[in-house]
């Protein structure tokens, strides 16, 4: 947390499993001694998930040049482009959501939420929709878990936080701010591979391998991540 004490600085818009924001000392240590001073650097995050690793970095260097980011989520790429390109009609969203969900009571609240799933799950929605009731459903689902079944489907279902923030207004600007120089690309983390250079620097955080059959306790995509694809992240690496 300690890195990102400057409330003013832009930090991950969602809780999202395996989030590395108490990491984040750790991958400082990680980093070539002369960084700071490297110019025209390329930053690429194959699996970016919340960008922890990604808000911190483009902000505590300012030498990177330019990022990319990948990730094979739709919906949660849907939301990164959406803060980049069109985040004041995202908060007016989020904050007409708020608006409506704080207020009612418990079960009412869960009514909302599961309309709101249902509506995420129809994929008929516009960009500035999608990343609202993802972000939504981030902040008002049980422990921020993101999950999805065979179909592609999120069903996590409701959880009870008193008053959960949904709409965090100056945050989602800071992150706009970030992201206006990073190209956002949805896929497999091997697309990334193109931008593979002397001057760039690539952060890989792929999915654990749960440690039983039964521990996972999320899907993050429809499509999973076997055995088989680890080894091919391994191979892209080296
Ligand atoms: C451990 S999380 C990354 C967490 C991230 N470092 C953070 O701080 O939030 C792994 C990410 O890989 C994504 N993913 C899964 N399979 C993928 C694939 N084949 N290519 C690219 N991304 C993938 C998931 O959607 C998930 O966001």
């Known amino acids: 947390m300690r890195l990102f004490e400057d409330t003013t600085q832009a930090r991950p818009f969602i809780k999202w499993v395996g989030g590395k924001t108490q990491l984040l000392d750790e991958v400082k240590k990680s980093l070539p001694r002369d960084f700071a001073t490297r110019q025209h650097i390329t930053y690429v ?48 969203t989020l904050t007409a959501i708020q608006a409506e969900y704080i207020p009612l009571d418990a079960e009412a609240r869960k009514g ?13 929605t516009s960009p500035v929709e999608t990343a609202a009731l993802f972000i939504f459903l981030n902040r008002t689902c049980f422990n921020g878990l993101y999950r999805v079944n065979s179909k592609g489907e999120f069903n996590v279902p409701h959880g009870k936080y008193a008053n959960p923030r949904i709409c965090d207004a100056d945050n989602l600007r800071a992150c ?24 760039t620097l690539f952060y ?13 306790f999320t ?7 076997n055995d088989a694809e680890q080894i091919c992240v391994y191979e892209f690496a080296i």
Do not use: H
Request: with cysteine; proline share 6%.
């Open 204 to 216: 890989f955080d792929p999915p654990y391998k749960p440690i039983t059959e039964t521990s996972s």
């Open 112 to 124: 909302y939420f599961m309309e709101k799933r249902a509506l995420f799950n129809t994929k008929k």
């Open 45 to 92: 995050e194959p699996f970016v998930g919340g960008g922890a690793v990604m808000f911190w970095i483009l902000q505590a260097y300012p030498n990177i040049e330019r990022a990319v980011i990948n990730d094979i989520n739709e919906e949660l790429i849907c939301t990164y482009r959406v803060i980049k390109s069109d985040v004041g009609a995202l908060i007016s």
């Open 176 to 199: 706009s701010e970030v992201l206006q120089k990073v190209e956002i690309l949805c896929g497999d983390f091997a697309e990334t591979g193109r931008y593979a250079g002397p001057d």
């Open 219 to 225: 899907s993050y995509a429809k499509e999973g991540f």
